[in-house]
């Protein structure tokens, strides 16, 4: 009985130690003491009592597969599910030999989870397409065949230069009349205000030769060179040595023998005179009367009168030629006056032929458009106008038709006028002169008209 008890008690401690010490289901994959194993048969120690060996008995779970080791450092860990591969980076590549048509190759599970399909696979147009949109670049479209260039319209002539068009003529005047002065072609007949005449115009101070290449003498005489008569205002020289100076410029430039008509000196305030210059073998001198005023003091400086003979031209032999320098502020008033003066010469010199040229300041500020129905020489139907307004005369800044030449109707001016003669000669374009500097030649333009 002892030797009962004692072992008794031996088994019970065993059992104590060997239970956990809270009772709970073990876990998916214990291995419990006393537990059989799948495939291996339970042995009872030869010593121990068949009541006391306790067997936990608990649902048998398929084996699972081995843990996987820990990643190395650096590698990436591997996924817990090993069917599921990551998105593979790049779309699947055609096998090479693929038949366009033929069913492609079923790809593998990664290649399919990239979601492109080998038939939507982009070409490289494509492609370049999609990153440009993306960075916003222009895309680069292939250059396409240059179509065969159409030869040019027989007809068509080729646009001529900037620099051609801008160049001076041969003789350095813009629109030069096409014949010269002298014993054929047409009658030249100009009309020049040059700005103050005096003798310092050609005193040399000026640097025009080092600036623009010519003496101001010599550009002058490039202005006038055609003309078989000018009219000249604005002259100041008393004793007459720059007058004579430009008359003997002529006569060695153009081959002709000039003189010259020369009123008295006329004006209110500032003194100046007029002056006919002309071709010996063209015209000759008749009579020189200054206008008297009609009524009243109308003119700041009465207007000088020539009556000329000529060699050529076929309508007129003999005509009077008168020349006028208005005052600005009073440029209507005495082109009113002229209206009478007309008048006057007829009677003065028996002709009927009687035309006026020079400086009407008629234009701009000292006419403007609303004016001109108050100017009866405008106004008056028995008056040609030859410079129509728009014509620029003014060599400065603005834009103005100062000069003009005016006739009778029923005189032969008007038939024998040459259509389209009208030029001129804009000294400050041909010489490339400063606008501001321009005055120390003249402010005016030469201007010439031809006829026959």
Not at 43 to 54: C, F, H, K, N, R
Not at 291 to 319: C, I, L, N, Q, W
Not at 374 to 392: A, E, M, Q, R, Y
Not at 403 to 423: E, I, Q
Request: include cysteine.
């Amino acid at each position: 009985m002892l030797r009962l008890a004692v072992l008794t008690v031996f088994c019970c401690a065993v059992l104590v130690n060997c239970l956990p010490a809270e009772r709970s289901a073990p876990a998916v994959g214990d291995t419990v003491v006393g537990a059989p194993v799948e495939g291996v048969p339970v042995q009872a120690p030869e010593d121990s009592v068949q009541a006391v060996a306790l067997q936990v008995q608990e649902p048998v779970e398929p084996a699972a597969e081995a843990p996987q080791p820990a990643p190395l450092i650096g590698e990436a860990p591997k996924p817990l599910d090993a069917q599921v591969p990551p998105r593979a980076p790049a779309p699947p590549v055609l096998q090479e030999g693929a038949i366009k048509g033929e069913e492609a190759p079923v790809p593998k599970r990664e290649e399919r989870s990239a979601g492109i399909e080998d038939e939507a696979k982009p070409n490289n147009e494509q492609l370049q397409r999609m990153i440009a949109t993306l960075r916003k670049w222009p895309v680069k479209k292939p250059a396409a065949a240059a179509a065969p260039a159409k030869a040019p319209a027989a007809a068509a002539a080729p646009a001529p230069a900037k620099e051609a068009a801008a160049a001076p003529v041969a003789d350095a005047t813009k629109g030069a009349p096409s014949t010269a002065g002298g014993k054929s072609g047409p009658l030249n007949i100009c009309t020049w205000n040059v700005f103050r005449f005096g003798p310092k115009k050609f005193d040399g101070t000026d640097g025009f030769p080092k600036k623009y290449g010519k003496s101001k003498i010599d550009m002058m005489v490039e202005q006038i060179k055609n003309a078989d008569i000018l009219a000249l205002q604005e002259y100041f020289d008393p004793s007459l040595s720059v007058l004579n100076t430009l008359k003997d410029a002529l006569d060695a430039q153009t081959g002709s023998k000039w003189n010259y008509s020369v009123s008295p000196r006329v004006g209110r305030v500032s003194k100046e005179q007029y002056v006919f210059l002309y071709r010996t073998e063209v015209a000759s001198v008749v009579k020189e009367a200054v206008a008297p005023e009609p009524d009243g003091d109308v003119y700041s400086r009465e207007p000088f009168f020539t009556h000329f003979k000529v060699s050529k031209g076929k309508a007129m032999k003999e005509f009077v030629l008168g020349t006028i320098h208005t005052e600005p502020s009073h440029a209507i008033q005495e082109m009113n006056g002229l209206v009478d003066s007309f008048d006057w010469a007829e009677k003065e010199f028996g002709l009927k032929d009687v035309m006026v040229l020079g400086d009407y300041n008629a234009d701009c500020q000292y006419v403007r458009k609303s004016a001109w129905p108050t100017v009866k020489l405008f106004t008056d139907s028995k008056f040609h106008w030859f410079i129509p307004t728009g014509t620029d005369t003014a060599a400065m800044a603005s834009e103005c038709t100062f000069d003009r030449a005016v006739a009778k109707k029923d005189s032969k001016f008007p038939a024998a006028h040459v259509a389209g003669s009208l030029k001129v000669h804009d000294f400050v374009s041909n010489y490339k002169i400063k606008v501001a500097e321009a005055r120390q030649l003249s402010d005016h333009f030469p201007v010439c008209l031809q006829y026959n």
